[in-house]
C-alpha cells in the first residue's frame, strides 16, 4: 500500500490518498505524516481518498488500537474535525465504514462522513470543484 498527505492552509484541508492494500503501519504513518507537517493545524478538515484502496488487512484489534492513538490525537487538538471520506467501491467503503464505528465511540469531537461519489463529497464540504483532481489543483498549488 501507498499513502500521500497533503496539507493545504488555503483550504484548511489535508487530504490523504490511500492506495492497494491498507495496513496499520501505513494508517499510523500517514497520522503522523499529517501532524508533523508544517502547514497543518488543529481542527483542518480531512479528506482521505480511497478510490485506488485494493484491499485490507486490517483486523479489529489492531484498528482499535489505531482508533485509540487517533483519540489521543484529537483529544489533544481540542477541537471540532470533520473527516470527509471518499470511498467509491465496496472495500474502501467498508473501511471507512469501520472506522467510523470504532471512531464514534471513542472520539467525541470526529465527525466521519462516508461518500460514494467525488460529487457527493465535495457538495458536503461545501465546494464547488466538479472532482477531487480540481479541489487539488485550487487548493494546493
Do not use: C, W
Not at 484548511?12 to 504513518?29: A, I
Not at 508533523?36 to 479528506?47: I, N, T, V
Not at 472506522?99 to 472520539?107: T, W
Not at 457527493?120 to 487539488?136: D, T
Amino acid at each position: 500500500m501507498g499513502f500521500e498527505v497533503t496539507v493545504s492552509k488555503e483550504l484548511n484541508l489535508v487530504y490523504t490518498k490511500y492506495s492497494g492494500f491498507v495496513k496499520t503501519r501505513e494508517t499510523e504513518q500517514a497520522m503522523f505524516a499529517t501532524v508533523e507537517h508544517p502547514d497543518f493545524l488543529p481542527g483542518m478538515s480531512e479528506l482521505t481518498d480511497l478510490s485506488e484502496v485494493e484491499g485490507t488487512e486490517l483486523v479489529v484489534e489492531s484498528m482499535d488500537a489505531h482508533t485509540s492513538q487517533l483519540a489521543v490525537h484529537y483529544e489533544m487538538q481540542a477541537k471540532l474535525t470533520t473527516h470527509y471520506i471518499y470511498a467509491p467501491d465496496d472495500v474502501g467503503f467498508g473501511l471507512a465504514q469501520a472506522h467510523r464505528e470504532i471512531a464514534k465511540g471513542q472520539i467525541e469531537n470526529l465527525t466521519v462522513l462516508i461518500f460514494r461519489s467525488e460529487a457527493e463529497v465535495l457538495n458536503a464540504m461545501g465546494r464547488n470543484e466538479s472532482s477531487i483532481a480540481e479541489l487539488l489543483r485550487a487548493g494546493f498549488r
